[in-house]
């Protein structure tokens, strides 16, 4: 096929590598429920109601940057009609969710890389692998009412770039044949080669290595000199060898941080300790989602530099503890006791960072001679996050929120979170 389309799938039966991405995800997990906005701009906000993180493709059109202010750029959004949402990631974890478990339904080795993206281990013939590429795009926009892209090819890294290809397609679907591969690289830029940061990106260019094409040429030896051994790989993936593994279970991050700027500024104590207990609550979840203790917690309190005209002040506590945790009430008051020592009146605080480290796994934690267990701290968590996991996060919670505490995030124009709570489940009305 080679005189035919570049993003056709190959002949014979081949062990493949699939990268389906969710287009445009956050904006479009914001479009489900809103059948009005279709064909509207659709714009997510960050923490804050900062800076535009995501745009619809209608957005894209209106030629904003991604990453600007967004007071700068509401002018023109409004003009343009278009929606502004702040970030819900409730929303936007559980249709990610509801996603991956269809990706998974069709093979058993799965790599979840992102919120929106799943690498995929596939075998099949050409017809075949064309068929599944077309059902997966069909069923998850049926079930879940989000358009994906789907590339396919030998390695992962070639994967990513006949993903960035079939976003460009009608059909979403990109599968280059061995024949037509070094044209689709050379019409591919090293800076969007995955895995290639700005920095190596640069040093290529400057040795006249401008696209895949060129960098799939170069020498091995001289690729490990100047991009160690990660480069190395991603010449022997673009050669066709396989050489990053899939990762079908993530790896047990070693160090959790929960931290987020205030909405506004904060003086009170009373909003530090329980802005510090929320944050210890879901540190401590996100490292009981992967079955692992911690020996260390940090906890640091910080004002806004950037505030010239107000009192700077940053500090922060590291306590080792006697034996690895993961029962939120005992990291939460460990936290609680640290934010009393770090607080200082007279000062505006910005944010609070909790960061739990020296973390590994609860079966092979190490033993304390003077400590003994308690068995029911397992059985409360395990029936905690479980409660919290159907009903919504802080479902039950350590600390309740106090009428008016002054600290949560600013999120003015939060959409409801429709899947996961019972109150916002949206209705519909016929006739």
């Avoid at 702040?86 to 478990?101: C, F, G, K, Q, V």
């Avoid at 500090?315 to 029962?327: A, F, K």
Wanted: proline share 5%; aromatic share 8%; hydrophobic share 35%.
């Amino acid at each position: 096929m080679g005189s035919g389309d570049p993003c056709d799938p190959p002949l014979h039966p081949v062990n493949m590598t699939a990268l389906v991405d969710c287009n445009s995800f956050y904006a479009s997990c914001e479009k489900v429920f809103r059948p009005d906005l279709r064909n509207r701009p659709v714009v997510v906000l960050s923490n804050n109601d900062g800076c535009i993180v995501a745009m619809s493709p209608e957005a894209k059109k209106l030629d904003i940057p991604r990453g600007a202010p967004f007071f700068k750029v509401q002018q023109r959004l409004d003009a343009a009609g278009a929606e502004v949402f702040s970030s819900n990631y409730t929303l936007y974890d559980d249709l990610s969710r509801r996603i991956m478990d269809i990706l998974h339904s069709y093979t058993p080795h799965l790599e979840v890389y992102s919120i929106d993206e799943g690498f995929l281990d596939l075998r099949g013939d050409r017809e075949f692998l064309l068929q599944q590429a077309t059902q997966i795009r069909t069923r998850v926009e049926q079930w879940v009412g989000i358009a994906v892209s789907v590339g396919i090819g030998r390695t992962k890294t070639l994967a990513k770039i006949a993903n960035s290809w079939a976003k460009k397609r009608e059909d979403g679907i990109c599968m280059p044949t061995d024949e037509d591969w070094p044209r689709l690289l050379a019409r591919t830029d090293v800076r969007d080669i995955w895995g290639v940061g700005q920095q190596y990106a640069h040093m290529l260019h400057s040795n006249a290595v401008h696209t895949a094409a060129d960098l799939k040429a170069c020498d091995e030896i001289w690729v490990k000199k100047r991009m160690t051994l990660v480069g190395l790989k991603t010449l022997w993936e673009l050669n066709g060898k396989p050489s990053f593994t899939m990762e079908e279970v993530p790896p047990s991050k070693k160090g959790i941080i929960s931290s987020r700027s205030f909405g506004k500024a904060v003086t009170e104590k009373e909003d530090i300790l329980e802005a510090g207990a929320n944050y210890a609550s879901q540190a401590a979840e996100k490292m009981r989602s992967q079955k692992s203790v911690c020996r260390v917690i940090h906890t640091s309190i910080t004002t806004n530099y950037f505030r010239e005209g107000d009192r700077q002040y940053a500090r922060g506590i590291t306590e080792e503890l006697p034996h690895p945790v993961s029962y939120t009430p005992q990291i939460v008051a460990v936290v609680r006791r640290q934010l009393e020592e770090l607080f200082r009146p007279g000062f505006r605080y910005k944010k609070i960072t909790v960061f739990l480290t020296e973390i590994e796994a609860a079966g092979q934690k190490q033993l304390n001679l003077f400590y003994q267990e308690d068995a029911r701290h397992a059985a409360v968590m395990e029936a905690v996050d479980r409660i919290n996991s159907r009903y919504g996060r802080q479902t039950l919670h350590c600390q309740p929120k106090r009428p008016g505490s002054n600290w949560q995030m600013k999120r003015e124009k939060l959409s409801p979170c429709y899947t996961t709570r019972w109150k916002e489940i949206p209705l519909v009305k016929t006739g």
